[in-house]
């Protein structure tokens, strides 16, 4: 497991821009599949995004957020970012990043997930 802290979150008119952060101090961060998850009161977390370990070169995205989200990592950082354009209301949510070893449990099976962070609200204003 790894510690996760989300940053970035924060309010924007619709149509906005805001650049979200997922940040931990392992050095074998690298090694880990990451992914982006949103909850609203009331429904199920939601799957947005996630990239594969290592090179990143692999990406997935929730057809929601296909061509207004951005999903890359930099590992030098120890940071993955989730770039999210033309924002609108029904994108307002509690973000959070998950890691695991696995793309597959991160995009499938959550419920394998060990890694979690504290999530980052999201408020885009009509």
């Known amino acids: 497991q790894v510690q996760l802290v989300e940053s970035g979150g924060g309010l924007v008119q619709t149509g906005g821009s805001l650049r979200l952060s997922c940040a931990t101090s392992?050095?074998?961060?690298?090694?880990?599949?990451v992914g982006w998850f949103r909850q609203v009161p009331g429904k199920e977390r939601e799957f947005v995004a996630a990239?594969?370990?290592?090179?990143?070169?692999?990406?997935r995205y929730a057809d929601s957020v296909k061509g207004r989200f951005t999903i890359y990592r930099d590992n030098a950082k120890n940071t993955v970012y989730l770039q999210m354009n033309s924002l609108q209301p029904e994108d307002t949510a509690v973000y959070y990043c998950?890691?695991?070893?696995?793309?597959?449990?991160?995009?499938?099976?959550?419920?394998?997930?060990?890694?979690w962070g504290q999530g980052t609200q999201v408020t885009v204003s009509s």
């Open positions: 990239i594969i370990r290592r090179s990143g070169g692999s990406t």
């Open positions: 998950a890691a695991d070893i696995s793309l597959h449990n991160i995009v499938e099976d959550t419920r394998a997930v060990g890694s």
């Open positions: 392992e050095r074998t961060f690298t090694d880990y599949a």
